[in-house]
């Protein structure tokens, strides 16, 4: 963008007026004027033209309107990619901004397009160079705007020095380069000592012991895991062969072969069906044909039974009379021995009333007899009762201690011991070494001669004839872990109610014993009483209340009543024989008054059957008429049967085997039902022997072996990865270091380049240092002395500044971006022969790049150069 003229009404001290300055042209332009002559005013309101939109009610707008108010418009011409636009706003009142062609005077933009337009084609190029380049009356520090932190002004530096150099993000200079290495420094410290070894109370030393504790632990899992590897061997095998048989290939490969198979079984079947029907057309026919012949014979049958039917009737009237005299003579027969049978019976029922008496005699001794074997079984059962009470009694007063306790404490008795190991090495030690016979004791503990005594608390050794000492262990002595056991070890020995681990083991021993006691009674009680115990009772006091018998009360001797039923029993017998010698001939008898009755009721309905059938098979009119045709119809299916027959023939000859496909359509299908059997046949081996495995090992040592192993893994991955975190940050550290100056000169060399001819013409050999963070000039050096910029002279101060911009605006330059240098009241401290030299450099710099300098010193100024403009204020 270059600036080719700039326009004013009714602006601060052009109230009223109208005022513009230019035109500018590509090199250096001057505009000298005395103070108070609104040069200022013209560079305030050129940034708020471009930075601010029209209804920006901001400070910097409202500190452009006269006091007597109205509208402030400014109007400037710009000239982007060799075509001039002027841009035209007005603020506060009447507000507007338009986008007009120059050449032309056509409207390109108006009010919100007109500032899209502008943010488009100058701010997103040029806003951060603008406010770089742009200096304001009495603000030509480094930073132009005062604020070293500006964002736009930093963000177009470090854009220009990555498109110069292209490596914006490997600046590691200044204080990021000390953040990374402070935090560097205290990563390592936290991990290692300057040895790198792993530090005290560091993750990395935590990781190490962890790991040494795990691979104790790991080994004495492993002897435990070795006893399952034989069902986990099957189990593999079994898993295998269920993978095999749930290959997806393998079961698409037998659904496409049952696929085939089924349909050529069913293009057999159809043609198997035109057979069939075929065949069934032959068997209709063939039936029919036979209907006919058998018509045939049916009437030539008739005709025959008509001849014989008469003398039928005669012999079945003369039977029906021999079974009508047969029918009274059985009748008679069987009311007589039904008389004599009832005689037989009422004897017997006499004879069988004085048996029950005797029996119900029987029936009590049986009784007593139960009692007394029940009252044995009573006695026997007191001692597997007793067994069984006791055996209760000692698992409801022993501690419930599990195995899986046990294998707690155990574990914890190992850490424990690991623990106090360690304590002990660590720990101060006395060795006692006693002269003669002379003993020594701690808490009247006999102590062994020349034997290391770890002082892990505070103590008093008796010494005979001495007295006593006190041992006192230093603070090095580090009992936490070791006490932190102990304590859980007491607290889980509390929990279970025993004083130490043996008694938790024996208690675990007397419950195993007690509940084998207790199994044993239950299994001698369950001989004794195989239905219960209850139910035995139950049966003792109902017998003795059926005896009126006490069941505290001795038991009686028994009796010798004897209860003879002999005769009784003989007499019952002889009468049971007459009864049966009496109801034997009934059967007889009854089968032949039924036989005469059913002979009677026989002959009487052949008779019936006979005279009907006389009357059906009497002749029709028309019988030898019906003969006739159906000798013809048998004649006309003889012919039929013999097509349908040829017929069959012929497809029978095509018909494939449906047979054998329908047997390897069924040898497929028995082929994946085998394999569904196996795949379950597997799936419960599979569970068998997980199950196996499960009950081998209920402590779940596998899972605590892979858990163990899988966190000592863990334990070893954390160390080496600590190591290697120690490494690298101590080598990230070195790098940086060995970096830092490296990358700080790569990255500044363009804009060194840039700014060192310039410096070098106001201080030959001067050399400068660049801030890394600001990208700006943070010192610089003259004959050996180092001065940061705070110190410099105001003259010197703003010769560096002004020298920093054209730096930059070479670099804009070289990359494409005319961007126009403007300097409001620059230089006001320099003195006459350093101007001279800034002058020039100026000068050189317009070359290239349009500048505008902006000036009260009409005199020193004069020796600028370039195009000179003046400010001209007209009254509208």
């Given at each position: 963008?270059?600036?080719?003229?700039?326009?004013?009404?009714?602006?601060?001290r052009?109230?009223?007026?109208t005022?513009?300055?230019g035109?500018?042209?590509?090199?250096?332009?001057?505009?000298?004027?005395?103070?108070?002559?609104?040069?200022?005013?013209?560079?305030?309101?050129?940034?708020?033209?471009?930075?601010?939109?029209?209804s920006?009610?901001?400070?910097?707008?409202?500190?452009?309107?006269?006091?007597?108010g109205?509208?402030?418009?400014?109007?400037?011409?710009?000239?982007?990619d060799?075509?001039?636009?002027?841009?035209?706003?007005?603020?506060?009142?009447?507000?507007?901004?338009?986008?007009?062609?120059?050449?032309?005077?056509?409207?390109?933009?108006?009010?919100?397009?007109?500032?899209?337009?502008?943010?488009?084609?100058?701010?997103?190029?040029?806003k951060?160079?603008?406010?770089?380049?742009?200096?304001?009356?009495?603000?030509?520090?480094?930073?132009?705007?005062?604020?070293?932190?500006?964002?736009?002004?930093?963000?177009?530096?470090?854009?220009?020095?990555?498109?110069?150099?292209g490596?914006?993000?490997?600046?590691?200079?200044?204080?990021r380069m000390?953040?990374?290495?402070?935090?560097?420094?205290?990563?390592?410290?936290?991990l290692a000592?300057?040895?790198?070894?792993?530090?005290?109370?560091?993750p990395?030393?935590?990781?190490?012991?962890?790991?040494?504790?795990?691979?104790?632990?790991?080994?004495?899992?492993?002897q435990?895991?070795?006893?399952?590897?034989?069902?986990?061997?099957?189990?593999?095998?079994?898993?295998?062969?269920?993978?095999?048989?749930?290959?997806?290939?393998?079961?698409q490969?037998?659904a496409?072969?049952?696929?085939a198979?089924?349909?050529?079984?069913?293009?057999?079947?159809?043609?198997?069906?035109?057979?069939?029907?075929?065949?069934?057309?032959?068997?209709?026919?063939?039936?029919?044909?036979?209907?006919?012949?058998?018509?045939l014979?049916?009437?030539?049958?008739?005709r025959?039974?008509?001849?014989?039917?008469?003398?039928?009737?005669?012999?079945?009237?003369?039977?029906?009379?021999?079974?009508?005299?047969?029918?009274?003579?059985?009748?008679?027969a069987l009311?007589?021995?039904?008389?004599?049978?009832?005689?037989?019976?009422?004897?017997?029922?006499?004879?069988?009333?004085?048996?029950?008496?005797?029996?119900?005699?029987?029936?009590?001794?049986?009784?007593?007899?139960?009692?007394?074997?029940?009252?044995?079984?009573?006695?026997?059962?007191?001692?597997?009762?007793a067994?069984?009470?006791?055996?209760?009694?000692?698992?409801?007063?022993t501690?419930?201690?599990?195995?899986?306790?046990?294998?707690?404490?155990d574990?914890?008795?190992?850490s424990?011991?690991?623990?106090?190991?360690?304590?002990?090495?660590?720990?101060?030690?006395?060795?006692?070494?006693?002269?003669?016979?002379?003993?020594?004791?701690?808490?009247?503990?006999?102590?062994?001669?020349?034997?290391?005594?770890?002082?892990?608390?505070d103590?008093?050794?008796?010494?005979?004839?001495?007295?006593?000492?006190?041992?006192?262990?230093?603070s090095?002595?580090?009992?936490g872990?070791?006490?932190?056991?102990?304590?859980?070890m007491?607290?889980?020995?509390?929990?279970?109610?025993?004083?130490?681990?043996?008694?938790?083991?024996?208690?675990?021993?007397?419950?195993?014993?007690?509940?084998?006691?207790?199994?044993?009674?239950?299994a001698?009680?369950?001989?004794?009483?195989p239905?219960?115990?209850?139910a035995?009772?139950?049966?003792?006091?109902?017998l003795?209340?059926?005896?009126?018998?006490?069941?505290?009360?001795?038991?009686?001797a028994?009796?010798q009543e004897a209860?003879?039923?002999?005769?009784?029993?003989e007499?019952?017998?002889?009468?049971?024989?007459?009864?049966?010698?009496?109801?034997?001939?009934?059967?007889?008898?009854?089968?032949?008054?039924?036989?005469?009755?059913?002979a009677?009721?026989?002959?009487?309905?052949?008779?019936?059957?006979?005279?009907?059938?006389?009357?059906?098979?009497?002749?029709?009119?028309?019988?030898?008429?019906?003969?006739?045709?159906l000798?013809?119809?048998?004649?006309?299916?003889?012919?039929?049967r013999a097509?349908?027959?040829?017929?069959?023939?012929?497809?029978?000859?095509?018909?494939?085997?449906?047979?054998?496909?329908?047997?390897?359509?069924?040898?497929?299908?028995?082929?994946?039902?085998?394999?569904?059997?196996?795949?379950?046949?597997?799936?419960?081996?599979?569970?068998?022997l997980?199950?196996?495995?499960?009950v081998?090992?209920?402590?779940?040592?596998?899972?605590?072996?892979a858990?163990?192993?899988?966190?000592?893994v863990?334990?070893?991955?954390r160390?080496?990865?600590?190591?290697?975190?120690?490494?690298?940050w101590?080598?990230?550290?070195?790098?940086?270091e060995?970096?830092?100056?490296?990358?700080?000169?790569?990255?500044?060399?363009?804009?060194?380049?840039?700014?060192?001819?310039l410096?070098?013409?106001?201080?030959?050999?001067?050399?400068?240092?660049?801030?890394?963070?600001?990208?700006?000039?943070?010192?610089?050096?003259?004959?050996?002395?180092?001065?940061?910029l705070?110190?410099?002279?105001?003259?010197?101060?703003?010769?560096?500044?002004i020298?920093?911009?054209?730096?930059?605006?070479?670099?804009?330059?070289?990359?494409?971006?005319?961007v126009?240098?403007?300097?409001?009241?620059?230089?006001?401290h320099?003195?006459?022969?350093?101007?001279?030299?800034?002058?020039?450099?100026?000068?050189?710099?317009?070359?290239?790049?349009?500048?505008?300098?902006?000036?009260?010193?009409?005199?020193a100024?004069?020796?600028?150069?370039?195009?000179?403009?003046?400010?001209?204020?007209?009254?509208?």
């Amino acid at each position: 963008m270059k600036l080719r003229s700039l326009k004013l009404h009714n602006v601060r001290r052009f109230a009223g007026q109208t005022a513009q300055i230019g035109p500018f042209g590509d090199g250096l332009t001057t505009i000298t004027a005395e103070n108070e002559q609104g040069k200022s005013t013209f560079f305030d309101a050129l940034h708020v033209l471009l930075f601010s939109a029209h209804s920006s009610q901001s400070q910097e707008v409202k500190s452009l309107q006269p006091h007597s108010g109205g509208p402030v418009q400014i109007a400037a011409e710009i000239e982007l990619d060799g075509h001039n636009y002027r841009i035209e706003k007005t603020y506060l009142q009447q507000r507007s901004a338009q986008v007009i062609d120059a050449s032309t005077g056509a409207i390109v933009q108006q009010a919100g397009d007109a500032e899209a337009w502008i943010e488009a084609h100058i701010l997103r190029a040029h806003k951060g160079p603008t406010g770089l380049l742009w200096v304001r009356q009495g603000m030509s520090h480094v930073d132009p705007t005062g604020r070293d932190k500006d964002a736009d002004n930093l963000a177009a530096r470090r854009d220009l020095m990555s498109s110069v150099q292209g490596q914006i993000d490997t600046v590691t200079g200044g204080r990021r380069m000390d953040r990374i290495v402070g935090r560097a420094r205290a990563e390592l410290d936290t991990l290692a000592t300057k040895t790198l070894r792993p530090k005290a109370n560091g993750p990395w030393k935590e990781a190490e012991d962890t790991a040494e504790a795990l691979e104790l632990s790991r080994d004495q899992l492993q002897q435990q895991v070795r006893k399952l590897s034989a069902a986990l061997s099957q189990k593999r095998s079994a898993k295998a062969r269920l993978s095999a048989l749930n290959d997806p290939e393998l079961a698409q490969t037998r659904a496409a072969k049952i696929k085939a198979a089924a349909e050529a079984l069913g293009t057999a079947q159809g043609h198997l069906a035109k057979l069939n029907e075929a065949s069934a057309t032959l068997d209709l026919i063939t039936r029919e044909e036979a209907l006919v012949a058998q018509s045939l014979r049916d009437m030539d049958a008739v005709r025959d039974r008509r001849a014989t039917l008469m003398r039928d009737l005669k012999a079945q009237e003369d039977a029906h009379a021999k079974a009508t005299q047969a029918e009274a003579s059985a009748a008679q027969a069987l009311s007589a021995q039904k008389e004599k049978l009832a005689t037989a019976q009422a004897d017997r029922h006499d004879i069988e009333a004085a048996r029950q008496a005797a029996q119900k005699a029987q029936a009590t001794t049986q009784k007593w007899d139960r009692l007394r074997a029940l009252a044995r079984t009573r006695d026997a059962l007191i001692t597997p009762r007793a067994a069984l009470q006791d055996a209760q009694t000692a698992l409801s007063t022993t501690p419930e201690v599990t195995p899986a306790d046990i294998e707690a404490l155990d574990a914890l008795r190992i850490s424990l011991t690991v623990a106090e190991e360690r304590h002990n090495a660590a720990a101060a030690k006395v060795v006692l070494y006693p002269e003669g016979h002379a003993k020594a004791t701690r808490d009247g503990a006999l102590i062994a001669p020349e034997a290391d005594v770890p002082i892990d608390a505070d103590m008093t050794i008796a010494l005979e004839g001495y007295g006593a000492v006190r041992l006192v262990p230093g603070s090095a002595a580090d009992r936490g872990k070791r006490d932190a056991l102990r304590a859980e070890m007491a607290s889980q020995l509390t929990a279970l109610g025993v004083a130490d681990v043996p008694a938790a083991r024996a208690a675990l021993s007397a419950r195993q014993e007690a509940k084998a006691g207790a199994a044993t009674a239950r299994a001698q009680i369950a001989a004794l009483a195989p239905d219960g115990t209850d139910a035995l009772e139950a049966t003792w006091r109902t017998l003795c209340a059926e005896l009126d018998h006490a069941p505290d009360a001795p038991m009686p001797a028994p009796t010798q009543e004897a209860h003879t039923t002999q005769t009784l029993d003989e007499t019952a017998h002889r009468l049971d024989a007459e009864i049966e010698a009496a109801r034997a001939p009934l059967d007889a008898l009854q089968q032949a008054v039924t036989q005469a009755i059913t002979a009677r009721a026989k002959a009487t309905g052949a008779l019936e059957q006979l005279a009907t059938e006389q009357q059906t098979l009497a002749p029709a009119p028309d019988e030898d008429s019906q003969r006739t045709d159906l000798e013809a119809k048998r004649t006309s299916l003889a012919k039929q049967r013999a097509k349908a027959d040829a017929e069959v023939a012929t497809l029978q000859a095509i018909t494939p085997d449906v047979a054998a496909l329908e047997a390897a359509h069924q040898r497929l299908i028995g082929a994946q039902t085998a394999d569904e059997k196996e795949r379950r046949a597997l799936e419960l081996q599979l569970a068998g022997l997980t199950a196996e495995i499960g009950v081998q090992a209920d402590a779940g040592v596998e899972e605590k072996l892979a858990e163990t192993e899988g966190q000592l893994v863990q334990a070893r991955t954390r160390a080496a990865r600590y190591a290697q975190e120690a490494q690298a940050w101590a080598l990230l550290i070195q790098e940086l270091e060995d970096a830092r100056q490296a990358a700080q000169e790569t990255y500044f060399a363009p804009i060194r380049a840039e700014l060192t001819p310039l410096l070098a013409q106001l201080h030959a050999g001067a050399a400068f240092d660049l801030d890394p963070d600001k990208m700006l000039v943070r010192s610089i050096t003259r004959d050996g002395v180092t001065d940061t910029l705070d110190v410099l002279s105001g003259g010197a101060y703003e010769q560096i500044a002004i020298l920093t911009r054209l730096a930059f605006a070479r670099l804009f330059a070289k990359q494409g971006q005319h961007v126009p240098i403007i300097l409001d009241d620059a230089l006001v401290h320099t003195d006459d022969a350093r101007i001279e030299a800034m002058f020039t450099m100026l000068a050189q710099t317009a070359q290239n790049q349009q500048i505008i300098v902006l000036s009260c010193r009409t005199r020193a100024f004069s020796d600028l150069g370039g195009t000179r403009a003046a400010i001209r204020v007209g009254v509208d």
